[in-house]
């Protein structure tokens, strides 16, 4: 058995083992005994931290979801607060953590597709990327707050699509950079 740790290094401990486990094994593989077995802790610590299967697949998700929100929020820090700078640093950012985000991220995504609680728990985490973009660009835009909240909804889509893209490598980050920036700049900064 492993030796006693500190409830939030557990959780830390357990998520690293189970992205190890789906990025070697698939999410298939992905059981809280699995995993309990591979930390060297009993199923009941296991379940103690995540509950279900599912609960550690959100877990792992929403880790994965909050470095990319840290990455932004890092990335916006130095900038002018200038429409061609905000709507670059946004579109880089985002593409950025696309390519460096764990490849059992997707895998995790679409294993989870049809459960009602992840579906809930994206659809919460689109409309806190859009509400964060929104505060970032409100400041620049020449349109009224619920136009632009409305519009970066919208291009939380375009961005998920664009990344889709990259990664599956059908457009270069380059083009991908300079589209997002582009319909940031057109679409939502600008009313004209």
Known sequence: MSKKLPRAERRTQLL????????EQGTD????????????VSKPIAYSHFETRSGLMMALYKKAMDRQVE?????????????????????TAYM?????IE????????????????????????EDHAAFY??????????????????CV?????????SNEMTAGRISMEDAVDDLASLILTWIISEH
């Open 16 to 23: 690293e083992i189970a992205s190890r486990i789906v990025r």
């Open 103 to 126: 490849p059992e991220w997707h895998a995790i995504g679409a294993a989870l597709r049809g459960n009602a609680i992840m579906e809930a728990y994206q659809r919460e985490m689109r």
């Open 134 to 151: 929104a505060e970032a660009i409100q400041p620049m835009s020449e349109r009224d707050s619920t136009d632009v909240r409305r519009r």
């Open 154 to 162: 919208g291009l939380i889509g375009a961005m998920e699509a664009m």
């Open 71 to 91: 990455a932004l929020s890092q990335a916006l820090e130095d900038v002018p607060c200038e429409p061609e700078w905000i709507a670059r640093v946004l579109a």
């Open 96 to 100: 950025e953590c696309a390519t460096t």
């Open 29 to 40: 593989a992905l059981t809280l005994g699995l995993l309990a077995e591979q930390a060297g």
